[in-house]
């Protein structure tokens, strides 16, 4: 069982940067891979970026590639996500998730192979 909490979401100017952290119960938080997704209102919840359980393999949604980036720190059961350049278009709800296993981009991007989830935190970027 892992439990996540998502934590850094806020108000952010177009261009600013935003830092979210995500930590995780359990003393097994480093064989998971985690994922970051985003739901914006009215829309369907979209994949932004994945790191492995040993955080070398990373993965990026094209929309946010080049801007943001993922990393972990198993020794504090915490996974990030460093958004910077950011867009009003990256306004959503911010969630974190977390599955056993590795395996191809295809599966790190699907939110039905991912166990757990995070309650989610709001970013809004402002024009």
């Known amino acids: 069982q892992v439990q996540l909490v998502e934590s850094g979401g806020g108000l952010v100017q177009a261009g600013g940067s935003l830092r979210l952290s995500c930590a995780a119960s359990?003393?097994?938080?480093?064989?998971?891979?985690m994922g970051w997704f985003r739901q914006a209102p009215g829309k369907e919840r979209e994949f932004v970026a994945a790191i492995s359980w040993s955080g070398i393999n990373t993965y990026y949604a094209d929309s946010v590639k080049g801007r943001f980036a993922i990393s972990r720190d198993n020794a504090k059961n915490t996974v990030y996500l460093q958004m910077n350049s950011m867009k009003p278009e990256d306004t959503a709800v911010y969630y974190c998730?977390?599955?056993?296993?590795?395996?191809?981009?295809?599966?790190?991007?699907?939110?039905?192979?991912?166990?757990?989830w995070g309650q989610g935190t709001q970013v809004t970027v402002s024009s």
């Open positions: 359990g003393r097994t938080f480093s064989s998971y891979a």
């Open positions: 998730a977390a599955r056993y296993g590795s395996g191809t981009y295809s599966r790190y991007r699907d939110e039905f192979e991912y166990s757990y």
